[in-house]
């Protein structure tokens, strides 16, 4: 609550500051969407509004842009109605939760759109660490040899992928409890004793760490973050913890290609993007305009207050590109989450 409350009081109250020119709006300038992929009112609606109003002012004549919110909490019918139904005219943006990756990656029956073929304009990347319960430091070769680790978790098809196959690339076991589906409710599964290893991961998280290295958590790992480049780099709010690649090498090659795209796709608290097929001439404003909006105070400050990194398009063409995985990655992913969740995609 307190993250999306300051999201929303910054922005309304900085919109004036930040955006000058909305008090100017051409009124010769039409109105432009910006589909939602979320409920309204959701984390990826308030996004939405505040990519609205920081985008606006930096577009061609100052549109209004009006956010339409479509579908459920995952994204996937907002996606689905991107690569299906809008015009790559230049006059519909979207944005999506990473969520909607992860529903891809596991070859989801849902999913009838390909985030590789997006085009994109900007990312809100966040950070995910494993927590392990101590002492530190925890030794890797003894954590193969021991019995699984209890991984609090919401579903296979969640953020908590990543934690599951990085844990698998080194060869660890695990024991998923899931249906843990939020931060309060495995903090408390871990304080209760009744999971060994919490995943944090999305907006907040150097927050949600004090109350379980309270309770006897240290990390392991973190998944790292999405560099402007479009590579994995350190996660600056978690200056010198290890990523999980470094921890070792992949005891199956197919295994650490499905990992580094379910960590990217975990990494992605939202994507903003323009359909398929959107050609340079309409797609040069909109990149304009966020780049602009990214650096706006109030974007910015929104940002900032929830842990959230902004990464330009140059960024999150590396992470859709990363989601092309091969079949022989996406099969061994499938293979895994069967055998140890007992998990099929529907």
């Not at 494993?130 to 209890?150: D, K, S, T, V």
């Not at 150097?206 to 392991?220: H, K, Q, S």
């Not at 790992?221 to 402007?228: D, M």
């Amino acid at each position: 609550m307190k993250r999306r409350n300051l999201l929303g009081g910054m922005l309304g109250g900085a919109a004036a500051a930040s955006c000058p020119a909305l008090a100017l709006a051409d009124a010769a300038a039409s109105p432009l969407t910006l589909l939602v992929a979320g409920p309204d009112g959701g984390q990826t609606s308030r996004w939405g509004n505040a990519c609205a109003l920081a985008l606006s002012p930096c577009l061609p004549g100052t549109p209004t842009i009006l956010p339409q919110a479509v579908g459920g909490l995952d994204g996937v019918t907002g996606a689905n109605q991107l690569d299906a139904l809008v015009v790559p005219d230049g006059k519909t943006a979207a944005i999506f939760p990473g969520l909607a990756l992860i529903a891809y990656l596991t070859g989801d029956s849902r999913v009838h759109f390909d985030p590789t073929r997006w085009v994109p304009l900007l990312a809100g990347v966040n950070s995910g660490v494993l927590m392990l319960r101590g002492p530190a430091p925890i030794n890797i070769a003894n954590l193969r040899g021991a019995p699984p680790i209890r991984l609090a978790a919401d579903q296979p098809q969640s953020r908590d992928l990543a934690a599951m196959l990085a844990l698998a690339r080194l060869g660890i076991g695990t024991a998923p409890v899931f249906g843990l589906r939020d931060t309060d409710a495995k903090t408390r599964a871990f304080i209760d004793g009744a999971v060994d290893a919490v995943f944090l991961c999305g907006e907040g998280v150097p927050e949600d760490v004090a109350p379980l290295t309270a309770a006897g958590a240290v990390p392991l790992f973190s998944i790292g973050a999405l560099g402007p480049n479009g590579r994995i780099a350190e996660d600056t709010l978690f200056p010198g913890l290890a990523d999980a690649r470094s921890l070792g090498p992949a005891i199956t090659p197919d295994i650490d290609t499905a990992y580094q795209a379910a960590a990217v796709a975990a990494q992605l608290d939202f994507l903003l993007v323009l359909p398929k097929m959107t050609s340079p001439a309409a797609t040069d404003p909109w990149a304009q305009a966020a780049l602009q909006a990214a650096a706006s105070p109030a974007l910015a400050a929104a940002a900032s207050a929830s842990s959230i990194v902004l990464q330009p398009d140059t960024a999150l063409a590396g992470a859709l590109a990363s989601l092309a995985l091969p079949q022989a990655a996406q099969n061994s992913m499938l293979a895994y989450l069967a055998k140890n969740c007992g998990w099929q995609p529907s």
